[in-house]
């Protein structure tokens, strides 16, 4: 199947600074990807979808200010954690569609863990 | 997107068959049923999906009943890390974009 990369895997920062997380398609174009929450013992939560060259579209409850999503090439969206506090520690996983395949299949990536002292 | 449900849990003994039920009674005519599974600390893995036939690949075989208002997941020789949260879920597979995870099934596989 098709490869989904995150960088960093593990995170640690302090309160108030900002934190960018890559997610990369390895060998396809991915036209959209989508970023999701994840805390422990509770199931994926969608953040956001993004769109190549277009702006992202957030789910209700998720401050676009505060988790900045750029999708600015077909292999590579990343997402900047801004002003992290302690409750934005949290498991962070992106995926990609791969827009070739015929059942639009979604690819995850192996997940950063971000921890805010 | 139809609503699906899980049991939180449940139980198997390596080397037997583990079989994951799943009921959309509300699914629609045009959305399928997908199967993804997440091993401790990764991202979800994608197994399997179908419409109205059964399936198989190299990792499980999807059962989908008649009515399509329920399915199971099998795999066939459950091993030590199959253990995983298994999710199903339904949606469009063309039209839809998004993924929308329950809480899913924790199967632990003992020795």
């Known amino acids: 199947g098709a490869v989904v990369s995150q960088h960093p895997s593990r995170v640690i920062c302090k309160s108030g600074t900002s934190v960018k997380i890559e997610c990369r398609s390895l060998?396809?174009?991915?036209?959209?990807m989508f970023w999701y929450r994840q805390f422990p013992k509770k199931s994926l939560m969608l953040m956001a979808t993004s769109n190549e060259g277009s702006k992202a579209t957030y789910e209700q409850g998720v401050e676009k200010d505060k988790f900045l999503i750029n999708h600015a090439s077909l292999t590579l969206s990343t997402l900047t954690v801004t002003s992290a506090h302690p409750e934005d520690s949290s498991f962070y996983i992106c995926s990609a569609r791969d827009g070739q395949g015929a059942y639009n299949e979604q690819f995850f990536g192996p997940g950063t863990r971000l921890t805010v002292l | 997107d139809a609503k699906t449900t899980q049991p939180p849990s449940m139980d198997c003994a390596e080397g037997r068959a583990a079989n994951l039920p799943c009921n959309h009674s509300?699914?629609?005519?045009?959305?399928?049923v997908y199967w993804y599974r997440q091993i401790h600390s990764q991202g979800p893995q994608y197994i399997i999906h179908?419409?109205?036939n059964n399936e198989t690949n190299e990792m499980a075989s999807l059962i989908i009943t008649e009515d399509r208002k329920s399915s199971t997941l099998i795999l066939p020789h459950a091993t030590l890390r199959d253990t995983a949260v298994y999710y199903c879920i339904v949606r469009v597979a063309v039209k839809a974009q998004k993924l929308v995870f329950g809480q899913g099934t924790r199967l632990t596989i003992n020795p």
């Open positions: 179908g419409l109205k």
């Open positions: 060998d396809f174009q991915a036209t959209t």
């Open positions: 509300t699914i629609s005519g045009n959305e399928y």
